[in-house]
């Protein structure tokens, strides 16, 4: 018998005993060694997703590990292979995958949402949703390639370039990521966030970060001599956060909405007419994104090490998803799966 991380009732966690089971045609069984705890997981523990997950759920999808065994046609893969996971499944029928847009499809399993993920001692996955670490980097640090992979194709998606001006509103784990992502690209860039602990974060990277409660306006116009911002990210979720990127944004900028916001907002559409600005959606990630993550993390343009303020084992999970519930000092925290597995960073 192996253990689970569920998800039970809102704002309730158990550890659950589960029955392991030999991988199926094109499946292979992982070890997950190292699970990261993101933002739609706490949406999900606070029971904001309960007519999309079925319950009792098993978590996680932020996920680095090792295969254990292959089913048959599960080509290419071996035992002990170091691995992450791209945790989607499409239909490959709908308008949306015939466009070639797999990462948007109609009818989407995303893994450790609409199926049972990562949080557990051995996982059954398509050997099709992985890719592969190279053996420098540790599985610590390689499981923040799923996020690095949405800032990836957040800034891809933003087409931010080299020499362009950057505002990054939410300074959490992703807008971090998608500021040094954006930085790789050789853009200028300054975050926006409330909260202390996170903007030292930021400033300990290289990153400039400014309170979310002064002029943020009047520091772009003086950064970037009254043009304003050529693209702004949208990250923390929140009505001001909105108000705030579009605010930032000069003659023809773009917004990137990153965030998930569970509700409609208002938003200055005049100032969109009235500048010709453009806003576009970011959702997920295509295996390219994926790929490119591993590379920055494993060179060190991520430094992954740098955002990890925890690792707690599957037993500490519940109590880790209070604690961030609460607020605090964190930024990312990781769950050990395995107690003998190596690499950790603290």
Known sequence: MTLAVRYTAPRTLDLAPTGTVAPGPGEVELAPAYVGICGTDLHIYHGDMDQRVHRPAVLGHEVSGRVVRTGPEAEGWKPGDAVTVM???????CPACRAGHHHICRRLDFIGIDSPGAMQQRWIVPASTLVRLPAS???DRAALVEPTAVAVHDVRRAAVGAGETVVVVGGGPVGVLIALVA????????????????????DGLGLTSW????DVPERVRRWTAH???DVAFEVSGAAGGVATA???????GRLCMVAIHPRPREIDLHRFFWRELTLVGARLYDRSDFERAVGLVADGTVPADRLISQVVTLRQAPAAFEAL????DVMKILVR????VQGAAL
């Open 87 to 93: 945790p989607l499944r499409w239909d490959g029928r």
């Open 137 to 139: 980097l540790a599985l």
């Open 183 to 202: 930085r790789a690209a050789g853009a200028d860039v300054r975050i926006v966030e409330v909260s202390p602990h996170r903007r030292r974060i930021a």
């Open 211 to 214: 309170d979310a409660a002064d």
């Open 227 to 229: 043009a304003g911002a």
């Open 246 to 252: 579009v605010d930032a944004l000069g003659v023809r």
């Open 325 to 328: 519930e609460s607020g605090g």
């Open 337 to 340: 799966c395995e107690d003998d």
